[in-house]
């Protein structure tokens, strides 16, 4: 089988979008307008080349993402698991010294498109971070990632994120990130509630009015839509009080943030943070009010200030079937919810706790491969001590 690997790169700019469509380099593309990046074939074992002149990379690009796609992989159901050797190589042109070499693909699957890794800026300098995610949809996903529209004349590329002639919606293609990170993880066939609770104290107010929690709502709907059988995602939001909103679907969840809560008055806003009482109430649903024994996953977003009676709360849920899954934005210390993974005195390990200082840098691969990854060993010493059944 002939499978068809295309890079590129995309130039960036401060706020982590490609700006203009000159500033992705690639085969149809292969020169930067004032040449300080050129896309070059090779007849070598380095099939494919980017090379940068720094001096020269303008002031207002602060990265430089580097990708590979599958040509027509969804068309031709061409994927990432069907490639291998997969790697990238820096290398001083001057000298040809190898400065890094980092070999990437083999944990993908049905993915057609990777972000390989990224040069950015800092202090002064280049640095580069690996980085090694799939997508699903091919040059398009990775264009929508990067700020573009993608044109209608650059090849078929419009068929690369399409299923069954439809080009798939954001939340479709959210949908099939999850379903390949289930996939990973092995879960497969599990049936969970899903729930998120949003903090909404003072310091989360920019995040509000700039549309980022109602971003977060989007992403994590995907999830719910993948878990729960009747696709829907329990929402609480709370500072020292809580309230507990209508669940979202795929049917209504444009404007969710702004109808159910900037417009809501009766909805308490921006005052200090206190998790005990909304985390109550959210055993108060799933064990009393809807008790079911299905398992329960939690989207806890807060962005700082844990109160220390959360590990109390956490402690005396762990004979529930709820697994609380705390996501920490911003630069806080976050010191209460670093220590979860090493609390005593519980039946099983019900809490995880991730860092995304910036969620909007964060893919969508990235975000659910964090989210996911000790949910699966909850499952199993759950089931075992049949918190679940």
């Known amino acids: 089988m002939s499978i068809s690997i295309d890079a590129a ?23 930067a307008r004032n040449g300080s990046v050129i896309h070059k074939e090779l007849n070598t074992m380095d099939k494919e080349a980017i090379l940068i002149s720094f001096t020269n990379v303008p002031d207002h690009i602060m990265k430089i993402a580097f990708t590979v796609t599958i040509h027509e992989g969804e068309k031709l159901h061409h994927y990432m ?49 690996a980085i090694g995610s799939g997508f699903y949809g091919g040059l398009e996903a990775l264009c929508n990632h990067h700020g573009l529209e ?11 994120a399409a299923v069954e002639e439809k080009v798939l919606t954001p939340i479709d293609l959210r949908k099939n990130i999850v379903q390949i990170t289930l996939e990973k993880k092995n879960l497969i ?52 009080l809580f309230s507990r909103l209508p669940s979202v679907t795929e049917e209504d969840f444009d404007q969710f943030v702004n109808k159910h809560i900037m417009n809501n008055d009766a909805i308490h806003k921006f005052g200090r943070n206190n998790e005990p009482p909304v985390m109550e109430d959210v055993i108060r649903k799933y064990t009393i009010e809807e008790d079911s024994g299905v398992p329960v996953f939690i989207i806890f977003i807060n962005d700082g200030g844990v109160v220390k009676p959360t590990k109390k709360i956490i402690k005396e849920s762990a004979i529930q079937p709820i697994f609380w899954q705390f996501v920490g934005i911003g630069y806080s210390d976050f010191e209460v919810l670093k ?17 995304l200082s910036d969620m909007d840098s964060v893919s969508d691969e990235q975000l659910y491969d964090q989210l996911l990854n000790e949910f699966p060993s909850w499952i199993k010493s759950a089931t075992t001590k049949r918190i679940i059944r």
């Open 9 to 31: 790169c995309f130039l960036l700019s401060d706020q982590n979008r490609c700006e203009q469509d000159e500033d992705f380099i690639f085969y149809g593309n292969p020169i």
């Open 81 to 129: 698991q069907d490639v291998n050797g997969l790697y990238l190589r820096l290398v001083n042109t001057d000298t040809g010294e190898e400065l890094f070499r980092y070999e990437y693909g083999s944990d993908l699957t049905k993915e057609t498109a990777i972000v390989v890794g990224e040069l950015y800026r800092y202090n002064g300098e280049w640095k580069f971070n």
């Open 150 to 160: 993608i044109e209608q004349s650059i090849s078929e590329v419009a068929a690369a």
């Open 189 to 240: 066939g599990v049936v969970a509630r899903v729930g998120i609770v949003l903090d909404i104290s003072g310091s989360m107010q920019s995040l509000y009015k700039k549309g980022v929690v109602q971003e977060v709502v989007e992403r994590i709907l995907a999830v719910a839509c993948k878990f729960d059988d009747n696709g829907t995602l329990d929402v609480w939001v709370y500072d020292h």
């Open 339 to 355: 220590e979860l993974d090493t609390m005593e005195g519980r039946v099983v390990d019900n809490a995880n706790f991730i860092h």
